[in-house]
Nanobody, 120 residues
Framework: QVQLVESGGGLVQAGGSLRLSCAAS????????MGWYRQVPGKQRELVAT???????NYADFVKGRFTISRDGAKVTVYLQMNSLKPEDTAVYYC??????????????WGQGTQVTVSS
């Protein structure tokens, strides 16, 4: 089992920066990839950035050049460095992990979310 706990959210002015952290515990070596998603009330959850075990990263177009995803060598913690924040970045940000189960089927795990609010 894998558990994810996010931290680092808060209130920031437009143009400012925040760094989100996601601490993974449990069967951490079963994680194939990790990522960050965000959701605004009444709207669908959307991908922000992902990183695979091979080090490949993928970013949503609306954050390219502003956000950076990284993961420590032990794959215990994943980060999202957010720069040049905009009011439209305001959302609940969720950490996600893709887990390889013993039956060979992958499944997703989610953190509880952390609120990011960007004021204009």
């Amino acid at each position: 089992q894998v558990q994810l706990v996010e931290s680092g959210g808060g209130l920031v002015q437009a143009g400012g920066s925040l760094r989100l952290s996601c601490a993974a515990s449990g069967r951490i070596f079963n994680i194939n990839a990790m990522g960050w998603y965000r959701q605004v009330p009444g709207k669908q959850r959307e991908l922000v950035a992902t990183v695979t075990n091979g080090g490949n990263t993928n970013y949503a177009d609306f954050v390219k050049g502003r956000f950076t995803i990284s993961r420590d060598g032990a794959k215990v913690t994943v980060y999202l460095q957010m720069n040049s924040l905009k009011p439209e970045d305001t959302a609940v940000y969720y950490c996600a992990a893709e887990i390889l189960q013993r039956n060979g089927i992958t499944t997703n795990r989610w953190g509880q979310g952390t609120q990011v609010t960007v004021s204009s």
